[in-house]
């Protein structure tokens, strides 16, 4: 028999959920920017003192669906990992590659939340970093285990950078080189680029077989952080 704590809990989670997901329509059909707390509780029946003992403020209900966003995005690219676990790590990055690219299409909406335009007023607290990293561990994992096995090749510096590559490896992975590092920013900030291309419209009339360009830009990119083989 539940106990009065625990449903009270459920309802909490239920409700909740239903917040969320009014916002989310909100997003889809008004912007992040344009979000509001009123609105979703007008949406649900209910007042805003009441939505305001969920989500104190817009702010506090961003972060939530941008917490909300980067794990379902990090979820799908460690279940491609994991589907692909016994591939070699180049095929390992193109599933991985594969999984953002499908999942920001099914979720245009969440994507441009994360990685759009930024929300006028707001400002992401710590609380999303762990979430927002899941995507980057993920790759960062491909190329640890590329430097363990074959190696990595076709890696290199200049002079001017070192220093730089060597802070960010240390502050991203410590195990890797620092060329790796900073091939692994690099492609992953080409990643969400082309991604967010083919989200916004960019590649209307430029790309037409956006599948097969993209797995072979995703192929590019795993040579470009130094992964070999097939």
Not at 76 to 93: G, I, K, L, M
Not at 97 to 120: F, K, T
Not at 218 to 225: D, F, I, K, S, T
Request: aromatic residues 6%; proline residues 6%; contains cysteine.
């Amino acid at each position: 028999m539940s106990t009065p704590q625990g449903a009270r809990a459920r309802a909490r989670q239920e409700i909740t959920a239903a917040i969320k997901e009014a916002a989310r329509r909100q997003l889809a059909e008004e912007g992040a920017a344009k979000l509001s707390l009123r609105a979703v509780a007008r949406e649900l029946g209910m007042v805003s003192s009441a939505l305001y003992r969920y989500f104190p403020s817009r702010d506090d209900l961003l972060t939530a669906l941008i917490i909300d966003a980067y794990d379902s995005l990090g979820e799908a690219s460690e279940r491609a990992r994991d589907a692909a676990s016994t591939a070699p790590p180049p095929a390992r990055w193109i599933a991985v590659c594969e999984a953002v690219r499908g999942w920001a299409l099914a979720h245009p909406h969440e994507y441009a939340l994360i990685y759009g335009s930024p929300v006028p007023g707001y400002s992401a607290p710590e609380t999303t970093v762990r979430a927002a990293a899941r995507v980057g561990l993920v790759l960062i994992g491909i190329v640890r285990d590329g430097h363990r096995g074959p190696g990595l090749a076709g890696l290199s510096l200049s002079a001017g950078l070192r220093p730089e590559a060597e802070r960010m490896a240390a502050d991203l992975a410590p195990d890797l080189p620092p060329e790796a590092a900073v091939a692994l920013v690099a492609a992953w900030a080409q990643l969400f680029g082309l991604v967010g291309f083919e989200v916004f419209g960019q590649f209307h009339r430029v790309v037409e077989d956006r599948e097969a360009f993209f797995r072979h830009a995703a192929a590019r990119l795993a040579e470009g952080v130094g992964l070999n083989g097939s």
